[in-house]
């Protein structure tokens, strides 16, 4: 994926309220994108700053990853309206929608996250607990790379090191992946992207063995 930085942001905030576009966000990984919720916010709330009838905000958000509540499928749509008569109209449609999709949420996983932002305590725990699981992918990224170095590849995988999130972009062809999973069972999706939370210091090694043996001496697609 891309990964702007906060400079980044500012030039596509600036462009989209200039041509007037919508900003849709998918907040899925908060806090346990770079270990920092108000880091992982920025770009949302720079967008919030400069709402208005020419840049209209959305954000659709998954406490799934980032609150372990996966099976919940708990998160929250907001939409920042710029009146009343706005925000009636847009409410309207959404309760259109609403009603024969699901009519009524189950609660457990929303009460989850609503005790926990509630509570002070908790919530400090919460954030330091997302930055650790957040530190651990970020040193799984490091260590794949490492280890591919050690394996005697040649290839420049610095991309996945630079990615963040649970996941990264290998750079590998369905041809490769196919492969990576029939000779060695390790599976993944067919355009090379890889679960990195699923790493740890027990597989690392032989993930790296299998990929550097499935990719050497070919070409595969750098994501920088």
């Known amino acids: 994926g891309c990964d702007p930085s906060n400079e980044q942001w500012n030039e ?17 990984y908060q806090g346990f994108a770079s270990g920092d919720s108000e880091r992982d916010a920025y770009a949302l709330r720079l967008f919030v700053e400069n709402a208005s009838d ?12 980032n609150f372990g509540l996966y099976g919940e499928r708990c998160g929250t749509f907001s939409v920042v309206c710029s009146s009343e008569e706005q925000r009636e109209k847009i409410m309207s449609q959404l309760r259109l929608i609403i009603r024969p999709m ?20 908790l919530t400090e725990q919460y954030y330091e607990e997302c930055k650790s699981m957040a530190n651990r992918i970020a040193e799984m ?11 005697g590849s040649r290839h420049d995988w610095s991309h996945v090191q630079n990615q963040i999130g649970m996941f990264a972009y290998t750079g590998m062809n369905e041809e490769m992946c196919r492969e990576l999973t029939d ?21 690392v090694e032989y993930v790296a ?9 070919k070409s595969i697609k750098s994501t920088k």
């Open 183 to 203: 000779k060695y069972a390790i599976f993944l999706t067919l355009d090379g992207r890889i679960s990195v939370a699923g790493l740890n210091s027990g597989n």
């Open 12 to 28: 596509i905030c600036s462009l989209l309220k200039e041509k007037k576009h919508t900003a849709f966000f998918d907040s899925a």
């Open 141 to 151: 990224r490091s260590k794949l790379v490492q280890t591919l170095k050690d394996a």
């Open 209 to 217: 063995k299998a990929i550097h043996d499935i990719t050497d001496g």
């Open 102 to 121: 699901y009519s009524n949420p189950p609660k457990h996983g929303s009460s989850i996250v609503k005790t926990v932002l509630s509570d002070e305590k």
């Open 54 to 65: 020419d840049i209209p905000v959305m954000l659709a958000q998954s406490f799934a990853k």
